[in-house]
């Protein structure tokens, strides 16, 4: 453990779903040791990701039935599939022979899988069909060695999988949010450019504990220091955040009056809603963290959708992948590409900032000061994350 000099805040009361603070008592910040203790991380690893709802890719990235790739799930490997009636289904990658790993990468169809080792050979739905030899093997009950089972579910057209058999359905948990912004995705949604969520050798690396991350996206209040194109596009007072159980909202207006900077001002000229979007559309960004890690950006001309998943203590890697809708203008593919330029210089601030935040945190001495109401959404995820781990953090 780090050394500590206050002790640990009471765990959290209350339903997790609110800030926990009335609008003039102070919200807090998470003590920096959640971000710096490997035990902390190792209680997340049991207490917030095997039990949340993780984004592993989406629908198109399974087009068919047999389709399957692969994703680790706190620290599990975990196989998704297109199952034969269309449906998803999702089972540990591990072969119930002798635990060979099953599918490595996306792998298009087949009826079957089939262990690479020596065969052993499971439905779409887990089920163990047949074994070579199997008047070879004593006891070879097969009911009973199907591939173990995982959450599976698709929202918002993302495939999400949960290790906890007993966890609420994510729509559910999430009740409201696709009312909000379902019209911005959904099955149909098409990547665009190399990215894949699933694809963790394109994932940039940041040099942070992924809360960080997840704090960083959670808050407005830096955007008038840390990044001057989101100033001159975003009208910052009109920034709202809608705080749920287990999901925030944001949402802010793009400014009417032109950029100082000329793609900014041919992304005001150009930008323009994509099938599916309304009018209304058009002049706002929206964005939603599902907790824990889930971030995805919903601007008029793409979705992005991505994870902040650690790799270490300080260190987390963000697959994602950007997303539009068949049939857009060509002045929206237009915007989309100047949008996403803009976005990879903000992207690039941000790396900066999490990877100073994370030095700072691990300076012996730093206690938290008190947040903004601004940075309402981090004392949430902060009151969360207490809730989730509390009686780990002594
Ligand atoms: S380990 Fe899979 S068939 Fe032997
Ligand atoms: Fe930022």
Redesign the pocket.
Known sequence: MHPQTTPAPAPATGPPGSTGATPDEALEALPARYYTDPDIAAAETRRVFEKSWQLVCHESDLPGPGARLSATVAGREVLVVRTEDGGLAAHLNV??????R?VTAPEPSGKAIR??????TYKLDGTLVG?PEARQIPCLDKPRLGLHRVGAESFLGFVFVNLDPAAVPLAESCAGLAEAIGHYAGPDLVPVGKYRIHDRSTAEEQHANWKVIVDNYLEGYHVPVAHPALMRLLDYQGYTVDIQESYALFESPLRDKPSSNRTERLYQRLASPMPGLTEADRRVWRYAVIYPNTLIDFYPDHVLAWTALPTAQDRAAIPGAFYTRHGESVRTRLARRLNIHIGWVTNDEDAELVERVQTGLSTPGYEPGPLSRREAAVGWFARRIRWDLDGEVR
């Open positions: 072969c119930r022979h002798r635990g060979t099953l262990c690479p080792y020596h065969g052993w074994a």
